[in-house]
């Protein structure tokens, strides 16, 4: 359901590191006289809980806080969170109502997507920037960050921040954070998630998560539009080689009457084929294709892959962009297909 929705502990070498500690970044976010949170566009569940979590705790330290997620768009099966209605919407946001600047679960800037094109001059670190997030790929912006890839989701590093600063949980915010953990982990079932991870939802269960709310959101609950979506894309699902791909079209979102959101899935329930190594889900809109990648056999890195084509992720699950038409999509398959074919080349 979600894009990058997979972390591991693998290291990079050149990843970006933590430089800085709990305590200091949560005193720069407290000590902030108007702090603009942001994350990625396409905003998955880990990202809106990362936002809305923050905002809870900074709020309630007396922290005006303007909380945009990405495009502005909130995905349907996230509006069930606590504190949604706080978002704001981007296109009315303005540079004076803040001073300092958090990002959270966005590996590289341009991941927020039209809020960056269009206010790329604020995330110079003039205005003081920080970061926390979990991706391995993350580019290490921001004057201030905490980068763990051993968490399988931002919501995990957020959790452990506040009980190591030993903030109160409530309910509302135990819902934000296990939200993410769940949504990032599949509900708890990716090889990111860690006897830590467990037992991190553990303890937010024990605050008053709303488990059954997230699982019937995240993972259940679905309009008929979607199951008739990924009746479509499924009966168009082929595998090239040891890869298995299908396509979200515009044409079967009109037959279907579904969002493209309403697909995300789909190139998590293929990664389930046995014949394939690797799963490409393809979106088409008019800039192009979005590419979903997942990796299914374990010598697989879908994120080195995606990067070839200048997107990024997990070493699990990855994204990138592609050109417009036929012939582009047609060689990104051919190329990945050989590449997850002959492992030694995805590495
Ligand atoms: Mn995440």
Request: one cysteine or more.
């Amino acid at each position: 359901m979600n894009e990058l929705s997979v972390s591991t502990s693998d290291s990079a070498e050149g990843a970006a590191q933590t430089n800085t500690t709990f305590a200091d970044i949560w005193n720069q976010i407290t000590a902030a006289d108007g702090l603009l949170i942001a994350t990625h566009a396409h905003p998955d569940s880990d990202a809106v809980a990362s936002v809305l979590a923050v905002t809870d705790l900074a709020v309630t330290r007396g922290v005006r806080v303007i909380p945009v997620v990405g495009d502005g768009e909130l995905p349907e099966t996230l509006t069930f969170l606590p504190g949604a209605e706080r978002l704001r919407d981007p296109a009315s946001v303005e540079r004076s109502e803040f001073d300092t600047i958090l990002v959270v679960d966005c590996a590289e800037l341009h991941r927020m997507g039209p809020f960056y094109r269009k206010h790329a001059d604020w995330f110079d670190d003039q205005v003081p920037l920080l970061s926390i997030d979990h991706h391995i790929t993350n580019s290490g912006f921001g004057r201030a960050r905490i980068i763990d890839p051993t968490a399988a989701a931002t919501c995990e590093v957020l959790f452990l921040m506040f009980a190591d600063l030993q903030l109160p949980i409530t309910a509302d915010v135990a819902t934000c954070l296990a939200t993410g953990l769940y949504g990032d982990t599949l509900g708890l079932k990716t090889p990111s998630t860690t006897s830590r991870t467990l037992s991190v939802a553990a303890d937010l269960t024990e605050a008053g998560a709303d488990v059954v709310a997230i699982v019937d959101n995240l993972f259940r609950i679905k309009p008929f539009t979607t199951v008739k979506l990924w009746g479509l894309a499924l009966s168009r699902a082929q595998l090239l080689g040891k890869l298995i791909w299908t396509e979200i079209t515009p044409e079967m979102l009109e037959a279907s009457g579904a969002t493209a959101a309403e697909g995300e899935g789909i190139v998590n329930f293929i990664a389930g084929t046995r014949e394939a190594r690797a799963s490409v889900l393809l979106y088409q809109n008019p800039s192009g294709w979005r590419a979903s990648l997942r990796a299914i056999a374990e010598d697989i890195d879908v994120a080195r892959l995606a990067k070839l084509y200048g997107g990024g992720g997990h070493s699990r699950a990855a994204g990138c962009s592609l050109a417009p038409g036929v012939e582009a999509r047609d060689a990104f398959l051919t190329d990945i297909s050989e590449r997850v074919g002959a492992v030694r080349d995805s590495r």
